[in-house]
């Protein structure tokens, strides 16, 4: 496997993926019990930890190279758990993440469907879901001029606007994204900086900028070897063809 995240070694990412696998299956094997035993009352948070595990696991097969066609299966697994635990508020970024590698993956839209409904019937105002699900499923909802985070996503309020009138401009706005704003304006999530300390290093992705790329047409040249910016999941098909 060729190493997409060169700040963990191989070695090491196998066995953090190793982990996360024992810990999937402890947690799946807790969650059965307890439907055994008749408890319908399992904590969502229950489930959240399931979901960081597995959304952990994506990121991290994806870091150590490995093939794409490999992460569906616990891509499903994923959504499947987000349903139980998601909230407005709650695991913004892993949505995110899994709505943006569906969209670069062309995953069915029987797939998607459940994220598409669990921003819907929440109501949820934000122009980066706005963008992405419009792209799957047109809606005649007006898009949202706000984010749920201003720092860093504000930003593609930019790059969405540029990209009505200047492709080549909006593209340029985007590498300012990744290189200054993007990893800096997640300063106050767990994972940062974490390659420091040769523990627990998933892999840093801005998923939403490929995805993005898709999305408004853009031509990513530039971006190609760019930190952050998930190439070869927006070219996936590019050797298809």
């Known amino acids: 496997m060729k190493l997409r995240d060169k700040l963990f070694t191989e070695e090491q990412y196998i066995k953090q993926l190793a982990k996360y696998t024992t810990k999937i299956e402890k947690l799946q ?7 055994d035993n008749g ?6 948070d229950f489930y959240g930890r399931l979901l960081d595990c597995q959304v952990n696991s994506i990121v991290t097969m994806y870091s150590m190279g490995e093939r794409l066609e490999c992460i569906k299966p616990n891509y499903i697994l994923a959504i499947q758990n987000l349903e139980k635990c998601w909230t407005p508020y709650g695991y913004y970024l892993q949505m995110l993440w899994l709505l943006s590698i569906g969209i670069m993956l062309d995953y069915e839209d029987d797939i998607l469907r459940s994220l598409y409904k669990l921003i819907e019937n929440n109501g949820i105002n934000d122009h980066v879901y706005d963008i992405l699900l419009n792209y799957r499923f047109p809606r005649q909802k ?3 001029d706000c984010v749920f985070d201003n720092i860093p996503y504000y930003a593609i309020l930019d790059i969405t606007d540029l ?7 909006a593209v340029k706005r ?3 994204y990744l290189k200054k704003e993007w990893y800096r304006g997640h ?3 767990p ?3 974490d390659h420091k300390y040769g523990i627990v290093h ?8 490929g995805a993005l790329v898709k999305i408004l047409g853009l031509d990513d040249s530039i971006l190609k070897g760019q930190p952050y910016y998930p190439y070869d999941m927006v070219h996936w098909t590019d050797g298809q063809k």
Do not use: M
């Open 142 to 144: 007006k898009i949202s």
């Open 163 to 169: 990209a009505k009138e200047d492709k080549c401009t």
């Open 174 to 176: 985007l590498e300012k």
């Open 39 to 44: 408890d319908e009352q399992i904590s969502p």
């Open 187 to 189: 300063s106050a999530y």
């Open 29 to 35: 094997s807790e969650i059965c019990q307890s439907e």
């Open 191 to 193: 994972w940062y900086n």
């Open 202 to 209: 998933d892999g840093y992705w801005s998923f939403e900028s």
